[in-house]
């Protein structure tokens, strides 16, 4: 009678591991076709698009910061090439002071500003006024390719392209305005924002991993 009783509770212990353990394995099962069910639904053009339209409208435009009024080697470089193009646009006039550079936004530049959605202009305390002007939004072109990796996942490759603004068509690397600039000029406008803003479509991949099955079930 005793010895029974100990085979019946050695049954039943040995019954939990093995519900566990089965528990798991059907986990797993079923983890592993949901992501295939998923993977094979694929994602489609207008998902993609939207997630590389969304993901380029979150990286801002590029954009160019400038200064006028008596600006000082303290404040900011009016000897760059920025200011340089800047003037060589008739966007703004330069006049060498004994303690600074005096810059002063032509009309032309203020029509300009006008017509350049985004611009921003603030008063600095040392009495110099701050234009932060777009140069131009990254636009998608077209999607032409996916691959999705898991339901939350995804390889987009797609072209994508410059929608320069006035401003932007003056900070053209390939323009009319940088043409008599040098090599190192350029160079440093590029730091500053300047592209190739008249360019073909450009190929490049974007990773989406923000859910985008989710919010299309």
């Not at 920025?82 to 203020?110: F, H, P, S």
């Not at 077209?142 to 987009?156: E, M, R």
Request: glycine share 8%; with cysteine; hydrophobic share 40%.
């Amino acid at each position: 009678m005793f010895e029974e009783e100990i085979r019946m509770e050695e049954r039943s212990s040995s019954v939990g591991p093995m519900l566990l353990i089965a528990a798991v394995c059907l986990t797993i099962v079923g983890t592993a076709v949901y992501v295939m069910h998923e993977a094979h639904k694929g994602m489609s053009q207008t998902e993609a698009k939207k997630a590389v339209s969304t993901m380029l409208a979150a990286r801002g435009p590029a954009t160019v910061h400038f200064r006028t009024g008596l600006v000082t080697s303290t404040s900011d470089k009016a000897t760059s090439p920025r200011y340089k193009l800047l003037e060589v646009a008739q966007i703004i006039t330069e006049e060498k002071k004994d303690n600074g550079i005096q810059v002063t936004l032509t009309e032309d530049g203020k029509k300009m500003l006008d017509h350049v959605p985004g611009t921003t202009h603030t008063k600095n305390t040392d009495g110099t006024e701050e234009y932060s002007v777009p140069l131009g939004t990254r636009e998608i072109v077209a999607v032409t390719g996916v691959n999705v990796i898991s339901p939350s996942a995804a390889t987009i490759h797609y072209t994508w392209m410059w929608r320069p603004t006035p401003m932007g068509d003056v900070f053209d690397l390939a323009g009319g305005y940088v043409g008599g600039l040098n090599v190192w000029e350029r160079a440093e406008l590029a730091k500053d924002g300047a592209d190739l803003f008249h360019s073909a479509p450009v190929p490049d991949d974007y990773n989406a991993t923000s859910g985008w099955q989710l919010a299309r079930n």
